[in-house]
């Protein structure tokens, strides 16, 4: 999953509109907008913000692997 994917995953699972999740994050709906349409990236600060919020590490955001994966099983 691309960050974009991630911060939309993560907004629609709490039911959050882009502007509330600006506000979480302390930008506008617009920003919110461009990230998860993957044309800009947030600030660290912002992803902070947004991982504080969701109880997730920042990597969730960051990294291309699954937000929510199973465990593995030698």
């Known amino acids: 999953m691309s960050i974009a994917d991630n911060i939309k995953r993560l907004r629609t699972a709490e039911n959050l509109s882009q502007a509330e ?3 979480i994050a302390g930008v506008t709906d617009k920003a919110v907008s ?4 993957g044309l800009k990236t947030p600030r660290m600060g912002a992803i902070e913000r947004m991982a504080s919020h969701f109880g ?3 990597s ?3 990294d291309d692997a699954p937000i929510y994966s199973a465990p593995t099983i030698p």
């Open 56 to 58: 997730v590490p920042k």
């Open 21 to 23: 999740l600006g506000k």
């Open 34 to 37: 461009t990230w998860e349409a």
């Open 60 to 62: 969730a955001i960051l």
